[in-house]
């Protein structure tokens, strides 16, 4: 089973620059969300896709944007490069069940991509 | 919104303690309490997965309860090892996951 990955690993970008991060999800995983977790703190949910659709977002500018491919792979695409935005950026990726049966599967994390601005 | 918090900080014991990490959560309301451990500029690594409707999970060494009615799960460590040493996060959350800033653990050789 493969699991969950990312690339690139490590990133330099300057202000105003854009950059696309990539992430492909755990084998028979329709489900996938991104997190970026600044130095020191926990992370912070930006968006979740399924089925090639956003299915909820975090408190995140519209420069932050995302797709999903219809092999459930992702990509995360961020505009006008702040150095707030230096970060790890993590993908997560699982198996969306119904709610209805009660059941909640857990998100799995590939290593992220560790993105600097300068 | 779900907050999420976590004490201690950061914690230091010698090889061989038991400990317990605390995580507490303000909506009690939830779909499930997650444990992670993260080692330093690395992902996120599964520990225990809590279902709303279970008090506890046990994996090896490693113990965690949830009482909801408290907003409260904690993380017990039997006999800790030096590879243990990593930051433990934990989250709660279906689709959008709230993470607590996590524990910070040193076991010292």
């Known amino acids: 089973e493969t699991g969950v990955t990312q690339s690139p690993t490590h990133l330099i970008k300057t202000r105003g620059q854009q950059v696309t991060l990539r992430c492909s999800s755990q084998?028979?995983?329709?489900?996938v969300s991104w997190y970026q977790q600044a130095l020191g703190q926990g992370p912070q949910f930006i968006f979740q896709?399924?089925?090639?659709?956003?299915?909820g977002r975090g408190n995140f500018p519209p420069r932050f944007s995302g797709l999903q491919f219809p092999n459930y792979s992702s990509e995360l695409n961020v505009n006008a490069l702040e150095l707030d935005d230096s970060a790890l950026y993590l993908c997560?990726?699982?198996?969306?069940?119904?709610?209805?049966?009660?059941?909640?599967?857990?998100?799995?994390f590939g290593d992220g991509t560790r993105l600097s601005i300068l | 919104k779900q907050e999420v918090t976590q004490i201690p900080a950061a914690l230091s014991v010698p090889e061989g303690e038991n400990l317990v990490l605390n995580c507490s959560f303000t909506?009690?309301?939830?779909?499930?309490l997650q444990w992670f451990r993260q080692d330093p500029g690395k992902g996120l690594t599964s520990l225990l997965l809590?279902?709303?409707?279970?008090r506890e999970q046990t994996s090896g060494r490693l113990n965690a309860s949830l009482d909801k009615s408290s907003g409260r799960s904690t993380l017990y460590i039997a006999a800790s090892q030096p590879g243990d040493s990593a930051t433990y996060l934990c989250?709660?959350?279906?689709?959008?996951?709230?993470f607590g800033t996590g524990t910070r653990l040193t076991v010292i050789p």
């Open positions: 809590i279902q709303s409707s279970q």
């Open positions: 909506d009690s309301a939830i779909y499930n």
């Open positions: 896709y399924y089925r090639e659709e956003e299915n």
């Open positions: 997560a990726s699982k198996d969306r069940v119904d709610t209805v049966r009660g059941s909640n599967q857990p998100q799995h």
């Open positions: 084998s028979g995983h329709n489900t």
């Open positions: 989250c709660t959350g279906a689709n959008n996951l709230f």
